[in-house]
């Protein structure tokens, strides 16, 4: 065997032996919590390619999972080790110092590295890295370390949380029959599904008017009632007080209530809660706030092969006064649901509507010919608020 085939088989090994560590520490950063930090695992390996430490990020305020790996060696151990973490190392002091700084201090040799840290303040680790002389590769197991990373990723990208609005309607676009009843428009299976993608959400945001009419608990349960392991903190919106007797006061986690003047404030104050993904489905009222506010990326519409005519509008005022305004949706999916329909869809960007920096949260200008806007907190009969 030729000097370069060796060479070829080792770097082969080493890329090998990249891969399984980034496996494991993508293992690791699955531990830690889903909030206000990225989930980050790390992997520290030996010159001759053993695993000699671990560690992942627990939480703001905690060690980053780098410095946490490096807790656990003593000496000189980490002296020309490979350092192998899901998440660009960071470059900057926060609550604590920069990881970056902190290999470089521990005479790592090698960083191996998923995916880049976005954060303009917090990105540059790598840069960093290889001016001091050390060799940095990037994006190996990227698919998957983005896919743990896809929410917080998403809140760095908008600046605020991913809003996902959810309403369930007849076929001829009525959230509820003329005297306001609602339960059911849809079937068992779109109800079990609206739970599911609750469980999935950090918080689900309801107005007042739904709560005070229809006496939701925002559980995500499954079809035989019991809870889910993971639940959204519930969020609501509007001046009038919760009765005590309320179900929502008997969740798992304490709701919060926010008077609802101030949408792109709500998200600031949830994201610095760690709250992520943010599931409005609070009826008519509040899903066309959000809508008109220009603060939704997703759509889940639940349609029923029903019709109820009458007033009960599945959405509100969206501030559509002619054609040229439409607020255009791109379909990502549909999905027959039982006898249900559901329409998965996305904001358009087209002509400056929908436009980053309203899905980045910056109030839009209000036009004061428009007049008053209705409060967020009215009735707003729809269908699987329990």
Not at 107 to 116: K, M, P
Not at 332 to 351: K, S
Request: proline content about 6%; some cysteine.
């Amino acid at each position: 065997m030729t000097g370069a085939d060796e060479h070829e088989r080792s770097e082969g090994d080493r890329s090998a032996g990249d891969e399984r560590a980034m496996t494991r520490a993508l293992e690791l950063a699955r531990r830690g919590p889903r909030g206000l930090n990225p989930q980050v695992g790390a992997v520290l390996l030996s010159p001759a390619g053993e695993i000699i430490a671990e560690g992942w990020h627990r939480g703001a305020g905690t060690p980053h999972a780098e410095v946490d790996a490096l807790s656990k060696v003593t000496g000189d151990a980490a002296h020309g080790a490979t350092a192998i973490v899901t998440l660009e190392p960071c470059n900057h002091t926060g609550r604590t110092g920069p990881c970056a700084e902190a290999l470089i201090d521990a005479g790592v040799a090698r960083v191996v590295y998923a995916v880049d840290d976005p954060g303009a303040l917090s990105g540059g680790g790598a840069e960093r890295l290889r001016s001091a002389g050390i060799e940095v590769t990037a994006h190996v197991g990227e698919a998957d370390s983005r896919a743990l990373l896809d929410s917080w990723l998403t809140v760095q990208r908008l600046g605020r949380p991913h809003v996902t609005v959810k309403w369930a309607q007849s076929l001829d676009g009525r959230a509820a029959a003329s005297d306001g009843t609602s339960q059911w428009i849809t079937g068992p299976a779109a109800r079990a599904d609206v739970h599911m993608r609750r469980a999935e959400a950090d918080a689900v945001v309801v107005g007042t008017g739904t709560l005070l009419a229809d006496d939701p608990a925002l559980t995500a349960r499954r079809t035989d009632g019991t809870l889910y392991e993971t639940q959204p903190r519930p969020v609501v919106v509007g001046t009038r007080a919760v009765p005590q007797e309320a179900r929502v006061r008997a969740h798992p986690l304490p709701f919060m209530q926010d008077e609802g003047d101030d949408l792109p404030d709500l998200l600031g104050r949830l994201r610095e809660l760690g709250i992520q993904r943010v599931f409005v489905e609070g009826g008519p009222t509040l899903a066309s706030a959000f809508l008109r506010a220009g603060l939704v990326d997703e759509v889940l519409v639940y349609v029923a092969p029903t019709l109820l005519g009458g007033d009960r509008l599945a959405t509100g005022d969206l501030g559509v006064a002619t054609i040229g305004a439409q607020r255009r949706l791109r379909v990502d999916a549909t999905e027959l649901l039982g006898d249900d329909l559901l329409i998965v869809a996305r904001p358009a960007l087209r002509d400056g509507l929908d436009t980053p920096a309203l899905r980045a949260g910056t109030r839009p200008p209000v036009d004061p010919r428009a007049g008053t806007r209705p409060p967020v907190d009215g009735r707003s009969a729809d269908d699987g608020e329990d």
